[in-house]
């Protein structure tokens, strides 16, 4: 199958690179854009480990044809620090309470999160569980992961920062 | 690197391409088995299947550009109009479904977990392949046991002396919209037609949506409530998230003062189909809700399923969990506090 010119519009750049068109999204963004932030775990869309931000939305890039998601703009891992190359205060959070073992599936965790985070900077410990339900942890349990998204949202309400990847949002009552 | 098989992509912009894309390769497969097109929208279940070879198409006519597809619109008289391709994310937010057919609303909130519901559809759900121990399995684990009916034998592994296949429908919005006298529009290059969604599902587990070749499925109307219709969807899984359903119940229901005017029950996740249960219904008709009524209605139910030893969970575990979420789904129709 001959490799054709896709364009993506990933962590505010747009790239283009010449890709299978049988590849998935995550496979182009490791295999030819190097974001090889973003873990291919089970890639049957049983872990979550593959999450991005396509439009602001989470959805598993094992599960989504690459030629499909060209024209959205996609946000890896390695898209959520800010311009100036600080880290999200999800990312700090994460750091701080330990809330990674192995640490496979904290990109997938962050990405989920930072969606989260995005619509609301207040989430309720239900919501968070709710909005963290499609990514697995094997190696620890959850606890420490939802304390780091309770104390991030807590630093973002005190400091009323702006999170990136501001775009379109689910209005779930 | 889990690869896909090699196929040929094309998205369709308009139904009719899609019907003309699926025409051209229907008929090429009246002379080469191997060559057909296969449908994808949210392709959360069709990808998954070509990773483990278990589909194999030679072009797969991608969905997502279809601007028709897309949409929710309610009006009190026409009831409510949703494009099949309505991601199940937007079905579980809408305001409108949750306040006039929250179980619809419910089935959608339960499906899998939160980026499959952002990238999955209606349609998608409702076309859904049926799933079983021996076939939702990598070529190298089907191969090594001989492969099943459903795919490549002339045996099915969970019924060796059976003549069908068993494998379970899956999808949780379908046992609802069946409950709720929801119809389908099927778009096909021999012109659309409208079928109640009871009618897409047979027993079959082979092929389990009655759509031909070609066909595209493409608005689901679910008729206006009356305002006093209640309905509940309620789901066992193994766990709180990512589980197709072990066994679920849809229910609707309409009081006439304490007694009950109509009622509709579907099970689902223990057939090959959603399986309604029309002598429950007749039980329950007329009456009064007492708890030993409730409490014979469970038993009927647990009577009828007989689910076969092809899911997570024991047969005997589904057939108790259908009689105690079928008395969990009546005693939430009946409960004061849900106002549906």
Known sequence: MPKQLMTFQVNGET?????????????VLREELDLTGTKHGCELGHCGACTVLVDGEPVLS???LAVEAQDAAITTVEGLARDNNTLHPLQLAFAERGAAQCGYCTPGFLVSGVSLLTRTTDPSRDEIKDALS???CRCTGYTKIIEAVELAATRMRETQQPVPSSRSRRNRP | MMRLPKFEYRAARTVAEALEWMGEFSSAADKDPQAHAMLMAGG???????KHRVFTPQVVVGLRGVAALRGIAYDPEHGLRLGAGVRLSELAASPIIRARYPALARAAEVISTPQLRQMGTLGGNLCLDTRCNYYNQSEFWRKARD???????EICRVAPNGTGCYAVSSCDTAPVLIALGATARIASRAGD???P???LYHDDGIHPVRLHDGDVLTDLYVPSPPGDWRSTYEKYRVRGAFDFPIASVAAVARFDGAQCADVRLVLQGVATRPLPLPEVEALLRGQPWTPDLLDAAAELGY??????????????LRRRIVRAYIRRALDALIAPSVIH
């Open chain 1, 15 to 27: 790239r283009e690179v010449a890709a299978s068109p049988t590849h998935t999204l995550l496979e």
């Open chain 1, 62 to 64: 094992c599960l989504l």
């Open chain 1, 134 to 136: 499609g990514n697995l």
């Open chain 2, 44 to 50: 959360t279940d069709v990808l998954p299947n070509m």
């Open chain 2, 147 to 153: 492969y099943c009916l459903k795919r490549g034998s």
């Open chain 2, 193 to 195: 037609r409208i079928l």
């Open chain 2, 197 to 199: 969604i009871a009618d």
């Open chain 2, 303 to 316: 009577k009828a399923a007989h689910p076969m030893d092809n899911t997570a969970g024991t047969i005997a």
